[in-house]
């Protein structure tokens, strides 16, 4: 709160058009404390078992983001009342659905699967309101300047449905009225991003209880994830600036970060090549190349790290051993003899 963190004002974005741009208030709208909020959402977890109504608000893997977005930034009880809505409950279960059988194919990763089908199973869902509704779900995804107004009128809209009861009504009601559902789906749909970015934010944040990884491997892929995350100059920042960077520089996390991420840097790199600033510099233009620098695994780097390891071995051991049989120590002359 003392950082005072918030989301950048953009006369047409969603969290404008709602009133949850601030991350540091105490109370939400209706003045109830926020603190308090996040205590009970804890608290159900731990009494899921005995009572699971935290369920049936369908607060789950899909919505966790989301609800802790909605609560932060003091939406209140309502926020349960949009994770109700039939639209949400439906976007769920594709969602779990599809995790279940993210197995079934080798070329697709766990969350492209998840998002795959929540693109097709809105499709459907809203094929019976013709190409406006469409137009709005594109518009709502490319997000830019181009469409602003649009974008504008559209929030509106959403406002509209938050600050009145037909979102308390159609969360209790089983009439669905598409139009309206509609509606939740495209606050969904720009929700997600402030939620993830709010997500990492917390990650990249709270390094006095999580470790930076284990492996240099992890370590590379935790410090690229922050030094994203508190970039102020990228663009599709969603964090006002000022801000942010009082959060990382006033606070103990930049010299912290920097502390555990160099002390291993500067250890390893006279020991292992994947540690030296030569090999990092080749790795960094290989995830650039397959489109992938800002959406690491730990399983993606860790076999980009393996081809580069082997294509170094096998450069120094052609150019070094195999022009002069006399170069190569005894030890080795079986070895290169049977190749």
Not at 22 to 46: C, F, P
Not at 106 to 127: R, V
Not at 134 to 139: C, R, S
Not at 184 to 202: E, G, H, M, P, R
Request: charge should be neutral; hydrophobic fraction near 40%.
């Amino acid at each position: 709160m003392m950082y005072h963190v918030r989301f950048k004002h953009i006369e047409s974005s969603i969290m404008n058009a709602l009133g949850l741009e601030s991350l540091d208030g105490r109370v939400d709208k209706n003045g109830e404390s926020i603190m308090s909020w996040i205590s009970a959402l804890i608290n159900a977890h731990v009494d899921i078992a005995k009572d699971p109504y935290i369920s049936r608000l369908n607060v789950n893997p899909f919505t966790y983001n989301i609800v802790n977005l909605l609560v932060r930034t003091g939406l209140g009880k309502k926020t349960f009342y949009f994770t109700s809505q039939p639209i949400m409950k439906a976007l769920a279960e594709a969602y779990v659905n599809a995790g279940a059988l993210y197995m079934s194919d080798p070329h697709k990763g766990k969350y492209k699967l998840q998002q795959e089908a929540i693109d097709e199973f809105a499709e459907e869902y809203f094929k019976e309101l013709g190409n406006d509704a469409i137009n709005k779900i594109n518009i709502i995804k490319e997000g830019g300047a181009a469409h602003a107004k649009t974008r504008a009128k559209i929030n509106d809209d959403i406002a509209k449905l938050f600050n009145g009861n037909d979102l308390i009504a159609s969360a209790k009601s089983t009439e669905v009225d598409k139009q309206q559902q509609l509606l939740v789906y495209l606050a969904y749909l720009q929700f997600d991003k402030y939620a993830n970015a709010l997500s990492n934010l917390v990650k990249y944040s709270k390094i006095d209880t999580k470790r930076q990884g284990k492996s240099v491997v992890e370590q590379m892929i935790y410090q690229k994830g922050y030094q994203r995350t508190f970039d102020v100059t990228r663009e599709d920042n969603l964090f006002d600036p000022v801000g942010l960077s009082a959060m990382e520089n006033d606070s103990y996390i930049a010299t912290k970060t920097d502390n555990a991420i160099s002390l291993t840097k500067d250890i390893l790199q006279s020991q292992f090549i994947q540690s030296t600033p030569a090999f990092q510099g080749s790795l960094d233009k290989i995830l650039k190349a397959v489109g992938r620098e800002e959406s690491l695994s730990v399983n993606l780097v860790n076999k980009a790290v393996n081809a580069l390891s082997a294509a170094v071995k096998s450069k120094f051991f052609t150019d070094t051993y195999v022009p002069s049989i006399t170069t190569i120590p005894s030890y080795m002359h079986d070895l290169v003899s049977e190749s």
